[in-house]
């Protein structure tokens, strides 16, 4: 699909996969790993070298993502920030995650580990405007939070709608999800070493194009 060209399967199919990349790095154990390839979404299955093939060597289509017109590049760029962004937050280290949030009604998902929180919006239509959350008092995540990353923001071919900052009162932060969407918030003292870990990522921004 072309970067132009509107399918809301391709849509979703899109979302379904960095919402998955997501939950697998930071709902695992203290590392991850990926098939090469799965970082851009390739279509075909990587078929090994086997007798009935004639033990031909693999190849795996790096160059679709290098298409600046097709919508590969979106995940590519969705997978370096998000392995660029827990470079500097650090949530693999810590072994355990806390559920905060786990509405099967309004299909949001929010867990905790270490300083950060994974909020999901799992419902394919509706967005969730100042969703609140319960933070437990004295917790690691209970201070000031900042959206570190959005698999909605444009770039990951996403909605692009602005997001609100979260919001705390009292015992609770309240966020707002896009369809399809999801957040990770993390303590605004790692908002300058974030900003500048990503932005290493400007001339690779620039090659995608729009």
Not at 44 to 49: E, G, I
Not at 87 to 116: D, F, M, T
Not at 181 to 196: I, N
Request: proline share 4%; glycine share 8%; charged share 25%.
């Amino acid at each position: 699909m072309c970067v132009k060209d509107h399918n809301i399967l391709v849509d979703r199919g899109i979302a379904k996969l960095k919402k998955m990349m997501l939950l697998a790095s930071s709902l695992g154990a203290d590392s991850v790993l990926t098939w090469m390839g799965s970082e851009f979404g390739q279509l075909d299955s990587v078929n090994l070298p086997h007798a009935g093939n004639g033990h031909r060597r693999f190849s795996i289509s790096y160059d679709l993502a290098d298409k600046r017109d097709l919508k590969f590049k979106y995940l590519e760029m969705f997978n370096l920030c998000m392995n660029r962004t827990e470079a500097v937050l650090q949530w693999l280290p810590h072994a355990e995650h806390k559920i905060l949030e786990k509405n099967e009604v309004s299909k949001v998902l929010a867990y905790s580990r270490g300083p950060c929180i994974f909020v999901f919006n799992f419902n394919p239509t509706e967005s969730r405007e100042g969703y609140g959350i319960q933070i437990p008092h004295g917790s690691e995540v209970d201070r000031e939070l900042f959206v570190a990353l959005d698999t909605d923001e444009k770039k990951f071919g996403g909605s692009g709608v602005p997001t609100k900052y979260p919001h705390r009162w009292g015992e609770y932060l309240y966020v707002t999800l896009q369809p399809r969407s999801s957040l990770v918030l993390a303590p605004v003292e790692l908002k300058q070493a974030l900003a500048a870990e990503l932005q290493v990522d400007d001339d690779f921004e620039r090659h995608l194009g729009a």
